[in-house]
């Protein structure tokens, strides 16, 4: 079969993209190196849909960035993915500054964001008691919002299976051929013919293009540290706080999750590993030292996890595209060949909008029908920790699984674990079904629920315990049984 | 059922069946333990080791039979319980309100007179202590891991390092071991151990495993599986010292770094909480601040010992019952549980281990001094009970062990079925017995004592169960 678009990764913005393409009479293929959905940047970063004031005006970025976050919340409801409206500061710690605080202010509205406001210290203080001594003013954005990255990456790839994309996990692209009309695209799972790519591969998308393209692309991965708190101090601050950058850095925001954690970070540091996520003592005292200037006093025997994220940065654009931007577009040497790279902050704000923008580019060479009887919607897996009394009695009566327990820190059942399985695009990893559920995402890091949750795993899947996986391809938590049984004693 | 009980106890552990039968000791009948396991017993279950019981049954046991006995004694008195029942909810008041859910049931509350928390604690995991690097499988508690082993009878790992030498953690390094794989060493940033001294010989310096003290983990290496750490000494105030970094290669990391009790019902009560136990703050009725709400057991404060659990457990469940028996007086002034001080435990440095012997008879672990006089008499020094002297005139003659691990079963409930050695075995046959206890497979149903293996690696010494099953259903 030849398909008509083939987009190269499954993260948010290729997810965004499958979903709006899903609308049309197309045959689009989604193909993943890994096992699930959002397994790169999409799943470490902030959090955060963001208002808008940051990108430059008249940039790619500053328009997809306002419109994404003033589509989010709609989309949030059509997909149920969790999102809340918290609005956001920016922290400014120096008289001297506030001028680049109006700024900054002047540069949202012309990007369209509604609602700024320069706030003093007093009006800062009864917005967000907690800020330290040293914010004298601040950037008030209302529309600034908080996001379950996992949620709405999750939400919109089941919304495109649903409607027909197809998705192939574990199927790494080793090289991309020009033919006559469209591509090969060779995989490690065998060869697919396609009429249109869309790359959409993350920090690889250099690789990618470059496989195809004479003018070369270079994505340098910036390195995020993130620090989790315990939800015990998740109401320690409303807002998502930011702070004003300096000649120091962009500064470390601090803010609650969808969830009711308090997150950390990110620090920013240019690495060569496109798979570095390993975080680090100096990065990770970077982040609790510098969110103390905002938050003084976050008890840091509360954090329950740290990770790194890797952002996407193009130090190297191919000749005629512009610096400091996403580069969207069709490849200037090669029609059908469509660049979705650089996508670094904002892109989780960006994606609801991003999909969309795509979308017209393909269509645009494709000229595909709409389809009929599109879904628009797509429900998620209840939560018996987010349910009423009520709503819980009712779950268990429709199946006893939701009255079993399995993660007792966020209270995660069995019947919430399976659905996680069962659904389109199911999880057949651990880290699949916590980002589906929640389990192994509280305090105690799955210390209690990982034996049961692989228990699960291997009988809905039918396979061995040992086959079991974390994440990625060789993240294997147990000894095959033949195995164990061949080696013999170390002290023997 | 009955949604009004007089007493309702909430985790079906050592300290919540202790609890449960001293209520009923003192009049208490309508008595309900609620617990989230497929079994009462809590964490004992796991813990097939020996050296329990040395106070409370005045001989020693291993988790498993333990915990049989105090089961035997909650169904000898017809204390009903639930199994696979979570708790969501506590309420203070009078009565006492407990929501729980679970399969049968679904969603239901239940008012008490009274209610005793008993719901134990939790291990600090990896995110908690901030250790740099990936985040790949292979890192465990050392509890999940056990729970691995023991009860699921699965192996989590065939190389290892243990970062802490709690007792989890060095009971972890033996019968890791022992079940075949390698132990590299384990990791302790204090300059002593967290366990007790009894374990660093016979869990540790028995297999040779080193014991690396002012020593952490500073990196975790492997994307996708640990495939190392890199191990540092730290200076005085426990920051890694730069430049003695050494890569460890290994595929798993076990963790045993501290417990914290797990208060989260606790919370929801309203209950006032201690930030030095890490538990709720109580009267000397063990009473929390929520009233009619009683706390015992790890739930209140860590405890070093079970014997201790169930002591105060006993306390906690004669409270509830003298408070629903004779109603309300005033709450009175907060007493902190006396916390053991925690045994800062090291071995003595250039330690002649042929002539200086740590006693493994009981938890104290005397340092025991011993003179071989030329007529081969020994004189023996040092030791504060009869156990000592008969521990290291067998130790400098035919040391013996006795050794605890899982059978598989075939038709039970559950996978493996705890076992040990009905006497100590000579040191030298421990690892032909383990081949034997590896290779063997039995079938349910079995009770404690049922002999599992005859004259285990031709010792004359038979291998029983430690723990009951019955046939699966």
């Known amino acids: 079969m030849i398909y008509d678009v083939t987009i190269i990764g499954a993260g948010v913005s290729g997810c965004a993209i499958a979903r709006e393409l899903s609308r049309y009479q197309l045959n689009t293929l989604v193909i993943e190196k890994a096992l699930d959905v959002c397994e790169g940047t999409s799943k ?107 949620g709405l990456t999750i939400a919109l790839a089941e919304n495109a299976a649903v ?8 199927t790494r692209v080793l090289d991309i051929q020009k033919k006559n009309e469209g591509y090969l695209v060779k995989t490690d799972q065998g060869d697919v013919e396609t009429k249109v790519v869309v790359n959409a591969a993350g920090v690889y998308a250099d690789e990618i293009h470059n496989m195809v393209c004479e003018s070369k692309m270079e994505i340098t991965p910036r390195r995020g540290e993130y620090l989790l708190y315990d939800k015990r101090v998740g109401s320690l601050v409303s807002h998502t706080l930011f702070q004003l950058p300096t000649a120091l850095g962009k500064g470390i925001l601090v803010t609650p999750t969808v969830h009711g954690n308090l997150l950390t970070g990110p620090t920013a540091q240019d690495i060569e590993d496109k798979d570095g996520v390993a975080t680090s003592a100096q990065g990770m005292n970077q982040v609790q030292q510098m969110a103390s200037l905002s938050v003084p006093g976050i008890p840091g025997n509360q954090v329950i996890t740290s990770f790194a994220g890797l952002r996407a940065h193009i130090t190297t654009v191919p000749r005629g595209c512009a610096e400091g931007d996403f580069l969207i577009e069709q490849a200037k040497d090669a029609p059908g060949f469509v660049d979705v790279a650089g996508i670094e902050s904002p892109g989780l704000t960006c ?86 559920t929640r389990a192994g995402m509280g305090r105690c890091q799955s210390g209690f629920c990982n034996p049961r949750v692989v228990e699960l795993l291997a009988a809905e899947l039918s396979v061995d315990e040992s086959r079991i996986r974390k994440s990625g391809e060789a993240s294997w938590y147990l000894t095959p049984k033949e195995q164990v049984k061949e080696k013999g004693a170390a002290y023997e | 059922m009955n949604k009004r009980k007089e007493l309702v106890i909430i985790g079906g552990g050592p300290a919540g069946m202790a609890a449960a039968i001293a209520a009923y000791e003192k009049g208490i009948r309508d008595i309900l333990i609620l617990e989230r396991d497929k079994e009462l017993g809590g964490i004992l279950n796991q813990c097939i080791h020996n050296g329990f019981g040395l106070h409370t049954f005045k001989e020693e046991l291993t988790g498993p039979e333990y915990a049989a006995r105090y089961v035997d004694m909650v169904a000898a008195r017809q204390i009903p319980s639930l199994l696979h029942t979570m708790v969501v909810g506590v309420q203070s008041g009078n009565p006492c309100v407990v929501t729980a859910m679970n399969k049968e049931m679904g969603l239901f509350r239940i008012e008490a007179a009274a209610v005793v928390l008993a719901m134990g604690c939790r291990e600090r995991s990896r995110g908690a202590m901030n250790i740099p690097g990936y985040r790949p499988s292979g890192i465990y508690s050392a509890g999940t891991a056990q729970r691995y082993v023991n009860i699921e009878g699965r192996m989590p790992g065939r190389e290892v390092v243990i970062l802490g030498s709690g007792d989890i953690g060095l009971i972890m390094a033996r019968r890791m071991t022992l079940q075949g794989a390698r132990v590299k060493l384990v990791a302790e940033i204090m300059p002593y151990s967290g366990g007790l001294r009894r374990n660093i010989v016979q869990c540790l310096d028995d297999y040779g495993i080193p014991l690396k003290l002012n020593h952490t983990v500073t990196q975790i290496h492997g994307k996708e599986r640990v495939e190392g750490v890199t191990i540092s000494r730290v200076d005085e105030n426990l920051k890694p010292i730069a430049g003695s970094e050494e890569f460890v290669r290994c595929d798993t990391v076990l963790l045993s770094c501290g417990l914290i009790p ?29 009233r009619g709400i009683f706390a015992c057991g790890n739930v209140l404060h860590v405890h070093d010992l079970v014997d201790n659990v169930s002591g105060e457990a006993e306390k906690a469940g004669e409270f509830a019952a003298e408070y629903i028996l004779k109603g309300h007086s005033d709450w009175g002034a907060a007493v902190r549980p006396k916390i053991p001080q925690k045994t800062k435990c090291t071995l003595p440095e250039g330690r002649d281990a042929g002539s200086q012997l740590i006693c493994i008879g009981c ?103 430690t723990g009951n099953m019955d046939i699966s259903k």
């Open chain 2, 262 to 290: 797990e208060n989260e019902l606790t919370l929801d009560a309203g209950a006032k909480m201690d930030d030095v136990t890490q538990g709720p703050v109580v009267n000397d009725r063990l009473e929390t601040t929520a």
């Open chain 1, 163 to 170: 409607n027909g994309v197809e998705f192939c996990f574990g």
């Open chain 2, 363 to 465: 938890p104290v672990g005397c340092l025991i001094t011993v003179k071989r006089n030329e007529d081969e008499s020994l004189d023996i020094t040092g030791n504060t009970c009869k156990k000592g002297e008969a521990y290291v005139r067998s130790e400098m003659t035919a040391p013996v062990r006795t050794i605890t691990s899982v059978i598989r079963v075939q038709g039970g409930e559950g996978k493996v079925i705890p076992v040990k050695t009905a006497q100590e075995i000579p040191k030298g046959r421990i690892a032909a017995c383990m081949k034997e206890i590896r290779q063997a497979t039995v079938k349910a149903p079995i009770r404690v004592g049922d002999v599992m293996i005859e004259n285990v690696a031709d010792t004359g010494i038979c291998v029983v169960a």
């Open chain 1, 44 to 150: 470490a970063n902030s959090g955060i849909a963001h208002a808008g004031y940051d990108a430059k005006p008249g940039t790619l970025k500053a328009r997809l960035n306002v419109e994404g976050s003033r589509r989010m919340q709609r989309l949030s409801e059509e997909l149920d993915f969790p999102y809340r409206q918290n609005g956001s500061l920016v922290l400014c710690f120096d008289k001297k500054d506030v001028g680049r605080l109006n700024e900054l202010k002047e540069r949202g509205e012309q990007n369209g964001v509604r609602g700024l406001r320069i706030l003093d210290r007093q009006e800062l203080l009864e917005l967000e008691p907690a800020v330290g001594d040293q914010a004298v003013a601040a950037l008030y954005a209302p529309s600034g919002a908080i996001v379950c990255p996992f």
């Open chain 1, 351 to 436: 994606a609801p909008a991003l999909g969309e923008y795509v979308a017209e580019i393909v269509t645009d060479i494709l000229k595909p029908e709409k389809k009929e009887g599109f879904i628009n919607t797509r429900k998620g897996i209840p939560s018996m920790a987010l349910s009423s009394d009520e709503e819980r009695q009712d779950l268990i009566s429709t199946n006893p699984a939701y009255g079993n327990v399995i993660c007792r820190c966020e209270m995660v059942t069995e019947g919430e674990i399976l659905d996680a399985i069962r659904r389109p695009l199911g999880a057949v990893t651990t880290d699949g079904i916590k980002r589906r």
